[in-house]
């Protein structure tokens, strides 16, 4: 039997998407400063004060290479000071990836996978 399971090696890099209440922006600009302090290399989105594609609510995304995973993933741990984080990979599949292969850090929000094409 063949074993068609995604293998990490298939990831380019990952995203975290920070869910935040565009009235009070506070705790994810202190949360966004951090990061960028820290991990220079990671991309940092824009702001999307309304919800955007798959998104139910407000956020910006950080976009950053496997290489900085072990430290950035714990980190928003860490330091997401109640906000709510989508951690997924990035493998050319981006329903599976905001989805079945998305990690939350705080409440789960309803994605709307609907919006999400199978593969790139």
């Known amino acids: ?4 399971r995604p293998d990490a090696s298939s990831v380019q890099e990952y995203h975290a998407h920070i869910y935040y209440d565009p009235a009070d922006r ?3 600009a202190d949360l966004r400063a951090a990061i960028e302090a820290r991990f220079p290399t990671a991309r940092m989105g824009r702001w999307h ?7 139910p609510q407000a956020m910006y995304q950080v ?3 496997p290489d ?3 430290t950035l993933a714990p980190f928003l741990m860490l330091n997401r000071a109640g906000l709510t984080v989508l951690l997924h990979p990035e493998t050319g599949r981006p329903r599976d990836d905001h989805t079945r292969h998305a990690t939350w850090m705080g409440a789960v929000l309803p994605i ?6 199978e593969t790139d």
Do not use: S
């Not at 039997?1 to 068609?4: R, V």
């Not at 004060?49 to 998104?55: A, C, E, L």
């Not at 709307?112 to 094409?117: D, G, S, V, Y």
């Open 63 to 65: 976009a950053f290479k």
């Open 112 to 117: 709307k996978a609907e919006t999400l094409p």
């Open 68 to 70: 900085l995973f072990a």
């Open 49 to 55: 004060d309304v919800p955007v594609g798959p998104h």
């Open 1 to 4: 039997m063949t074993d068609t």
């Open 26 to 28: 506070a705790a994810a």
